[in-house]
């Protein structure tokens, strides 16, 4: 099984990217999903998560400093979740992760660094916020 992430790149402030994560050998539904990020210098952060098998059960974690611009997405079909960042700031400048686990999706964003991951990990993707 692996996870596949693109869509990463250099965008000014105040603009939007969007990250792809493609699954394969492995069913979404069956797993909490994240998008973790990791700057310079800092320690790798839970920047959402979700459940596969219901995006909208209204469980998806936010971290308080993307909530309102950023947007986890999940399409069944493609077996493929996307992250769309809006109002981008210096401050998102990082290698951004997808990453699978089971439990609940706030637990995993935010103990993810802290314990053994019970899924896969996609390879990362840099995104550079930069005028």
């Known amino acids: 099984a692996q996870l596949v992430v693109s869509g990463g790149g250099l965008v000014q402030p105040g603009g939007s990217l969007r990250l792809s994560c493609v699954a394969s050998?492995?069913?979404?539904?069956?797993?909490?999903i994240g998008w973790f990020r990791q700057a310079p210098g800092k320690e790798r952060e839970g920047g959402t998560c979700l459940r596969g098998s219901d995006s909208s059960d209204g469980s998806t974690y936010y971290l308080d400093s993307v909530k309102g611009r950023f947007t986890f997405s999940v399409d069944k079909a493609k077996n493929t979740v996307y992250l769309q960042m809006n109002s981008l700031k210096p401050e998102d400048t990082a290698v951004y992760y997808c990453?699978?686990?089971?439990?609940?999706?706030?637990?995993?964003?935010?103990?993810?660094?802290?314990?053994?991951?019970?899924?896969?990990w996609g390879q990362g993707t840099q995104d550079t916020v930069s005028s």
């Open positions: 990453a699978t686990d089971v439990g609940v999706p706030a637990d995993f964003c935010r103990t993810a660094n802290t314990r053994t991951v019970v899924g896969y």
């Open positions: 050998g492995l069913t979404l539904d069956y797993y909490a």
